[in-house]
C-alpha cells in the first residue's frame, strides 16, 4: 500500500468558499446558521438553515448554471478550487488512472422539487428537459470527469450522512494500492428545497430554533441540544501517491492514513455504539495506528439527542480511559449538517486544524450532559493543539458508518 498524500483542498461551505475562510471562521466560532429569509419560510416550524453565500452566475458561464443543479454547481467549483491548489497534479498524468469520487445524499433535490412544483403545483406539463440529467445524483462527478478530462473510474456514493467520506475512503484505497495516480474525491449537498426541509421536519430530527439567536440552534453534546439544522456545501480533496507529490514539489496539505466502515444493521435511524465503534476500530486497523496515537477527533456531532450520547459512548468504547484526554470538535455547531457533504468538509476541517495547530470548538455548548463527558473543546479554539493524526467521524442514517484517519503532512 502506498502513502496517500492530500494535495488540493477546494470548498463552498457557510463558513466560506476557500479554506483560508472555513479555517478562519471556525477558529474564531463564527456560525453559518441563519434564519431563512424566503418565501417558504412562514410554513417552516423552524426556518433556519446553513446557507452558502454562493452566486452561481458569478461562478459559471450562465449557458452551464442552467445545465447543472446547484449541488452539481458546489461540487464543480469546489473541485476546480483543488485541483487549482494541487498546482499540477492532473498534469502529465494518464487520464485513464485518474478518477472521480463524490458523495451526496440527496443529489438533485432542487431541481427535483421544482419539477414536481410545474407538474402537481401549477398543473403543467412544461417539466424543464434537463430535469433527469440535472436531478440524478450522479451528475456532480460527471461534470468534475468533463472538466477535467478524468477518464478513470467516475463513481457516486449515496450512504446518507457518510457518503462523502465513504467517498474519500475508496478513492484512498484505490490510489494506495496502486489503480489510480490521482483522485478527486469529496461530495455536495444542495438539499434547502421546500419539499427536503418540510421532509427532514416530518422526521422530527430538525432543531428548534433559538429565539434569542437563530445562529446558536444547533448545540453538539450541550444537555439542551433539540437537533441538526440543515446546511449546503461542496468540498473537494485532490489526492495522490506520497511520492508523487513529493517528487513534483506538491504543496502537501495532509496525509490519509485509513478508512473504516461498518453497518449498524439494527435500526433504518437509531444509531449503535457497537457499529461506530466498529468503525472506528477498523480505520484504525487499516492505518495501523495505535488508538494512543489518535491526538484529536472531529466528531459526527449532529446535536440529536441519540446520535451524541452514542457518539460519546462509541468513543470510550474504543479509547477506554484515554478517552478523556482526546480534544473532539463538532464543527457542525457552525457550518450544520451537509448531509451527504457533511464528512468532506469535516475532513477539510480535521486536515487544516492539524497544519495550523489548532482544536476547534464546539460551539453553543452551555449545559453540560452527564451521558456527554468528554473534552468537546467548548465554545473555543484551543490554540497551540499540534494533533499528528486525526479522526474524522461520519455516521448516517441506514446505519452505514465511515470514519478517515488522517495525520499531519510531515
Same mark, same amino acid.
Given at each position: 500500500m ?5 494535495s ?44 452558502a ?65 410545474? &407538474?402537481?403545483?401549477? $398543473? /403543467? ?5 434537463f %430535469? ?6 450522479? !451528475? +456532480? *462527478? ?14 457516486t ?99 490519509? &492514513?485509513?478508512?473504516? $466502515? /461498518?453497518?449498524d444493521?439494527?435500526?433504518? %435511524? ?6 461506530? !465503534? +466498529? *468503525? ?12 494512543h ?16 450520547r ?19 470538535s ?16 469535516e ?64
Amino acid at each position: 500500500m502506498r502513502r496517500v498524500a492530500v494535495s488540493g483542498l477546494g470548498v463552498v461551505s457557510p463558513l466560506g468558499n476557500s479554506a483560508a475562510e472555513v479555517l478562519a471562521h471556525a477558529r474564531a466560532g463564527r456560525s453559518g446558521v441563519r434564519r431563512l429569509e424566503i418565501p417558504f419560510a412562514h410554513r417552516l416550524t423552524a426556518p433556519i438553515a446553513a446557507t452558502a453565500s454562493f452566486d452561481e452566475g458569478l461562478a459559471f458561464d450562465p449557458g452551464k448554471a442552467r445545465m447543472l443543479d446547484r449541488f452539481s454547481l458546489l461540487a464543480l467549483f469546489a473541485a476546480n478550487q483543488a485541483v487549482h491548489g494541487a498546482h499540477g497534479a492532473l498534469v502529465d498524468v494518464d487520464r485513464a488512472r485518474a478518477g472521480v469520487f463524490v458523495g451526496t445524499g440527496m443529489g438533485g433535490t432542487l431541481t427535483m422539487d421544482s419539477g414536481y412544483q410545474t &407538474l402537481y403545483g401549477e $398543473q /403543467s406539463d412544461r417539466i424543464k428537459p434537463f %430535469t433527469i440529467l440535472m436531478g440524478m445524483h450522479n !451528475a +456532480a *462527478a460527471a461534470w468534475i470527469g468533463i472538466e477535467h478530462d478524468l477518464r478513470g473510474p467516475n463513481m457516486t456514493y449515496s450512504t446518507a450522512c457518510s457518503s462523502s467520506t465513504v467517498a474519500i475512503g475508496e478513492a484512498w484505497m484505490r490510489v494506495a494500492c496502486g489503480q489510480l495516480d490521482v483522485a478527486i474525491a469529496g461530495g455536495a449537498e444542495a438539499p434547502l428545497s421546500p419539499g427536503s426541509l418540510k421532509a427532514w421536519e416530518a422526521l422530527h430530527t430538525v432543531a428548534t430554533m433559538d429565539a434569542l439567536d437563530p445562529t446558536a440552534s444547533c448545540r453538539p453534546f450541550s444537555k439542551n441540544r433539540s437537533g441538526m439544522v440543515l446546511g449546503e456545501g461542496a468540498a473537494m480533496l485532490v489526492i495522490e501517491p506520497w511520492d508523487r507529490a513529493v517528487a513534483r514539489g506538491a504543496d502537501i496539505l495532509g496525509e490519509i &492514513l485509513g478508512y473504516g $466502515q /461498518s453497518n449498524d444493521a439494527s435500526h433504518i %435511524t437509531r444509531p449503535s455504539v457497537e457499529g461506530q !465503534a +466498529a *468503525a472506528m476500530n477498523a480505520a484504525l486497523r487499516a492505518a495501523g495506528v495505535d488508538g494512543h496515537e489518535v491526538d484529536a477527533i472531529n466528531a459526527h456531532g449532529t446535536g440529536t439527542q441519540a446520535n451524541d450520547r452514542c457518539e460519546t459512548a462509541a468513543i470510550r468504547a474504543v479509547f477506554g480511559v484515554r478517552a478523556d484526554q482526546i480534544p473532539i470538535s463538532a464543527t457542525k455547531a457552525m457550518h450544520g449538517h451537509l448531509l451527504g457533504a457533511a464528512g468532506a468538509l469535516e475532513c477539510v476541517l480535521s486536515l487544516l486544524a492539524m497544519q495550523h495547530e489548532v482544536a476547534l470548538p464546539t460551539m453553543h455548548l452551555q449545559l453540560p450532559d452527564p451521558d456527554c463527558d468528554l473534552d468537546y473543546v467548548p465554545n473555543a479554539a484551543r490554540e497551540g493543539w499540534a494533533a499528528q493524526v486525526m479522526l474524522s467521524n461520519s455516521f448516517a442514517f441506514g446505519g452505514t458508518n465511515a470514519v478517515l484517519v488522517l495525520r499531519r503532512a510531515r
